[in-house]
């Protein structure tokens, strides 16, 4: 169920952000699909994906994770 953690993590602090999937998506160089994905949790991110996502919100990877 770490799929599961992860997509709230990036739904939540997204939306924090002000982000849509599909503007983040673009800032982060992946398909808004993908991106879907992995926000559903149908997909677990790879540590690369991860470091995109922490980078385009401005955030570490430790608030990331913790929760």
Not at 29 to 42: A, M
Not at 50 to 55: G, K, P, R
């Amino acid at each position: 169920m770490e799929e599961l953690l992860w997509a709230s993590r990036i739904r939540a602090f997204r939306k924090l952000k002000g982000y849509t999937q599909e503007s983040l998506a673009d800032k982060m160089g992946v398909s808004v699909s993908i991106f879907g994905q992995v926000e559903r949790g149908s997909r677990i991110p790879d540590d690369k994906f991860l470091e995109n996502v922490v980078e385009a919100l401005g955030i570490t990877k430790e608030e990331l994770h913790s929760g």
